[in-house]
Each structure stands twice: as structure tokens, then as C-alpha cells.
């Protein structure tokens, strides 16, 4: 659903006739009309089936947990007759990245910067002879983001505004620990100095500490306890904090962003 708006803004929304999970997770009407309308198709795969995609048709696959062979399999016509022409999908998408499975692989999420984020609008809008007028977009968020910042600079001065920022993730569902995330808080680290603590360390939270930096704010991800440094987002990660824990951490802040939560 990430990259919703920017079909949207190429009046492209219609181009999306499958979208690969049970439920439009998303607050856009137009894709609720198509998904309603069947125009749209949600991933009818079952649960504990895997929807793939090789290069002819589409099945949905039960894969032994084990060995990872196909315990079941089974077909889906309505899929095939789409006659899908592309397949957008994230760094860990299920379909393998060959021509014949045309997948178009996105890795925005990657980025450290929003604006670098971004970006990847001007590469989706390729596909539909758009690049002018994504740009134009893409350019303007840019001058407007970088006009707040120097008036901001002006305003304050060198010193910013002095106010503290944490930003913050709160995890509880079953699905996210299957991934190594756990029950209680999670603080992603941002860069200090141009270092995320170590070569293992994902900073999860730096498109985020960019924005707040950009503000005239300091954002506490970049001076975290040790015991809030270990890397959240890869399996046998940080056991998430108690509610105690992120208090004692979070007393001195002046605001607190919860960026995401899964409950």
C-alpha cells in the first residue's frame, strides 16, 4: 500500500489488479472501490500457503517447514487471467528476479532518507511514461523541505531549538516475532557522526532523525544505552523493553514519536 499515492498521482491507480495480501491493508477509498469490484484482486491464497508466481501461472504452495518441499498445490486461474505484465515488490519479495517472472524489484525501504525514498517514485513512473511529472513532484518536496530547514536555521540558530526527540516502536504480534521481533519497546538506533554503532547494527531509525534534525531537534536515537543498540529487525534480536525500562530512558524527552506499532 506504500506505493498507492503514487499511482494515484499518476491516475495509474487502475494499473493495479493484484494486490498480494488477504486484506487491503490501506485508508484509500479508490483501491477499497477496486478490491470491492473485483477489479483488484486480493492474494487468495489460504493460510499457510505461499502465493508464487513462475513465469506461467500462479499457485499457491505449502511448504514442509523442514526441508521446504511442497507439501500441497494449488492452482489459480482467476490469477492467470489478469495477464499480469509486472510484478512490484520489495527486497524480500517470494518471486525470483528474472524476465520471465517480471518482477520489478523496489528497495525503498533500504533508504535512509525519505527524500531518497522518494526517489523511487521517479522509478516506478518509468513504467507509465510519467517520469516529468513525478519529478516535478519530487523536486518541489524537496525545495520545500530544504526552505523549512534554513528558516528553521535562521530562526534558531546553530543551536536548533533544543528540544529532545525519541522515536520509538511498540511490537506485540504474533506475526512480527515469526520475523525476531519481540514482546515491549524497541528504540532504532540513528547515526551519530556518521556511524550506527556497529557494521551489524540496521539504523532503523534514520529517515526518521533525519526529519527531526532537520527540524532543529535532537533526536535521542543517536545516544541509546547499549542495552538498546542490539538490532531489532533481524531474527534473535533485542528482547523488546518494559514499559519501566523506556521511562526511565524516555523521562528527559520533549516528544515522543511512535513510528510504528503492531498490536
Known amino acids: 500500500s506504500t506505493y498507492f499515492p503514487v499511482f494515484q498521482f499518476m491516475g495509474e491507480l ?35 500457503f505461499s502465493l508464487t508466481w513462475d513465469g506461467a501461472a500462479y499457485t499457491s504452495k505449502k511448504y514442509n517447514a523442514t526441508d521446504k518441499t511442497v507439501l500441497e498445490s494449488k492452482p489459480h486461474t482467476a490469477l492467470d487471467a489478469l495477464n499480469i505484465e509486472a510484478h512490484f515488490d520489495g527486497p524480500f519479495a517470494n518471486i525470483k528476479a528474472t524476465p520471465a517472472n517480471k518482477l520489478v524489484l523496489i528497495s525503498d525501504t ?8 522518494g526517489e523511487w517514485s521517479e522509478f516506478i513512473s518509468t513504467f507509465f511514461n510519467q517520469e516529468v511529472r513525478v519529478k516535478e513532484l519530487a523536486d518541489l518536496s524537496l525545495k520545500r523541505s530544504t526552505a523549512e530547514t534554513a528558516g528553521i536555521k535562521k530562526k534558531f540558530g546553530a ?9 520509538v516502536d511498540h511490537f506485540t504480534d504474533a506475526l512480527l516475532k515469526s520475523y525476531g521481533y519481540t514482546d515491549g519497546w524497541q528504540l532504532p538506533p540513528c ?13 532503523g531509525a534514520e529517515r526518521w532523525c533525519e ?16 542495552n538498546w543498540t542490539a538490532d531489532p529487525y533481524t531474527p534473535g534480536g533485542k528482547v523488546g523493553g518494559t514499559h519501566a525500562q523506556l521511562i526511565a530512558f524516555a523521562k528527559d524527552a520533549d516528544a515522543i514519536i511512535i513510528k510504528s506499532a503492531a498490536e
Open 110 to 117: 533500504s533508504e535512509e532518507s525519505f527524500y531518497a525514498i
Open 14 to 48: 487502475p494499473a493495479i489488479r493484484l494486490y498480494t495480501t488477504a486484506v487491503m491493508y490501506a485508508d484509500n477509498g479508490c483501491m477499497h472501490k477496486q478490491a470491492a469490484d473485483q477489479h483488484t484482486l486480493l492474494n487468495p491464497a489460504a493460510s499457510g
Open 211 to 226: 526529519i527531526v534534525k532537520s527540524a532543529g531537534a535532537e533526536p535521542m536515537n543517536m545516544n541509546l544505552p547499549a
Open 159 to 167: 543551536a536548533g531549538i533544543q528540544k529532545k526527540v525519541l522515536i
Open 191 to 203: 547515526k551519530k557522526d556518521g556511524v550506527c554503532g556497529s557494521a551489524t547494527t540496521k539504523c
